[in-house]
């Protein structure tokens, strides 16, 4: 097992990319190991992209290509504008909400901050933001947004552990909820001290004129969670609904999809999900090899003997998703963790669907951790301001995500709640 940690980290040092940096060294350490089989490795490539829930994946991604742009994200940024930008932080409300309700579209953290980045920051500095703040505040409201369903992380996660899908996205509204309203309070406290004006009051012709045009684009998250909660479909099949919806929506009411822009998004999820794929196979060899060495439970063993039970192991995991999720661009890093992290959770008596929301959770702020998260310089290329300057104005909103993931940690029915009440989950079953 030393052989292949050894293996992984000077292929990410000499820039192999991860999935194979992760595929390989998995192979080394089946090497280094007496009698181990390599056939093992095509085995366990094939058996972990084999999954009918994986299918999902290529649909959300496809339903995020064509939903983000084809004037979709500009008409949910609108609706935001005209209902919550009176408010004081006036533009910073607006790029925090108008995330919540993208983000419930894309499906992708990157999406996210790549659309709202791009029509928010421009808006925001026009209106006397800096630069800085624009950009902080936009890479604050994608890293919360990783919460609202439709995830990505939630199907791997799902498909990993088992834990229905349908219960994870339900379980992400209530922690993305709290995590709005916490950066919302925040951004306007903040604007208020920097003298930031709110935009006029906008008028009911106006919002009912604003809810009209996004209507066709707010019903898609309804059909998808509708279907999943009403058992028209699962999950996976939800996905399909969804990118078809999009390709609908988009090319005959909206008619901004072309067949060149079609034609785009088709091989742009193709390579996300050939990347993807290629890091779920890497990582599944090399979580049987952890599984072999028996490497959970000597980490399990270390926690016990580090003391504190379930409550310090909570908080070591909050601290190892941060620094991970930051290092390794969010996915990988989560499925390096999940074979380690998860039994160890599961000897604990960790429910694993609180824990798959507080994983999501930290790696969304990971994302856009300075000075290594892959997010954050999405939104430095927009913004056009330089690292230091972001990292200053991004602190105390990383510093409020972080405490509202301690709550979340430690106050499990928060988590619980809406899947409990939908009868999607039953904590303790």
């Not at 609706?79 to 995330?99: E, K, P, Q, S």
């Not at 935009?199 to 012709?205: K, L, N, V, Y």
């Not at 399909?240 to 742009?268: D, Q, S």
């Not at 927009?382 to 509202?404: A, F, H, K, N, Q």
Request: charged share 10%; proline share 5%; net charge neutral.
């Amino acid at each position: 097992m030393t052989a292949s940690l050894v293996a992984f980290l000077a292929f990410i040092a000499l820039g192999v990319p991860i999935a194979f940096a992760l595929g390989t060294a998995a192979a080394v350490g089946l090497w280094m190991m007496e009698g181990a089989p390599l056939a093992i490795i095509a085995s366990r490539t094939f058996g972990a992209v084999d999954s009918f829930t994986l299918l999902a994946i290529p649909f959300f991604i496809l339903a995020g290509e064509l939903m983000e742009t084809g004037g979709i994200s500009q008409r949910l940024i609108g609706l935001a504008r005209v209902l919550v930008g009176h408010m004081h932080g006036g533009l910073g409300n607006v790029t925090i909400f108008g995330t919540v309700l993208f983000s419930g579209i894309s499906g992708s953290t990157q999406a996210d901050a790549a659309a709202v980045g791009a029509l928010m920051i421009p808006a925001m500095k026009r209106h006397g933001y800096g630069p800085a703040r624009a950009g902080a505040i936009v890479a604050a409201s994608a890293g919360m947004g990783i919460l609202v369903p439709p995830c990505l992380t939630m199907v791997v996660y799902g498909s990993i552990t088992n834990v229905s899908i349908g219960a994870l996205f339900a379980a992400g509204f209530l922690p993305a909820f709290f995590m709005a309203i916490a950066l919302a309070v925040q951004q306007m406290i903040s604007a208020r001290r920097a003298g930031l004006e709110p935009e006029p009051r906008a008028g009911w012709g106006q919002r009912a004129r604003a809810f009209y045009s996004a209507l066709w684009a707010l019903m898609m998250p309804v059909i998808i969670f509708g279907g999943i909660l009403g058992g028209v479909f699962t999950p996976t099949e939800a996905a399909v609904v969804a990118a078809v919806y999009a390709m609908l929506a988009g090319g005959l009411i909206y008619r901004e999809i072309t067949p060149a822009f079609l034609y785009r998004a088709l091989v742009r999820t193709g390579l996300v999900t050939g990347v993807v794929m290629l890091m779920i196979a890497g990582a599944n060899i090399l979580s049987w090899l952890m599984t072999v060495e028996r490497v959970p439970h000597a980490m399990a063993r270390l926690i016990q003997d580090f003391g504190g039970g379930q409550s310090a192991f909570l908080f070591l995991s909050v601290v190892a998703f941060l620094v991970l999720f930051a290092l390794l661009d969010g996915l990988p890093g989560m499925l390096m963790i999940t074979p380690v992290f998860v039994p160890l959770a599961q000897q604990l008596g960790v429910d694993l669907l609180h824990y798959g929301i507080l994983m999501t959770a930290v790696m969304g702020i990971a994302l856009f951790l300075p000075p290594f998260g892959v997010g954050l310089f999405i939104v430095l290329g927009i913004s056009g301001c330089s690292l230091r300057d972001m990292s200053r104005e991004l602190l105390p909103y990383i510093v409020t995500m972080l405490v509202v993931s301690l709550v979340i940690a430690y106050v499990p029915a928060i988590s619980f709640a809406v899947p409990e009440a939908l009868g999607l989950y039953r904590h303790g079953t």
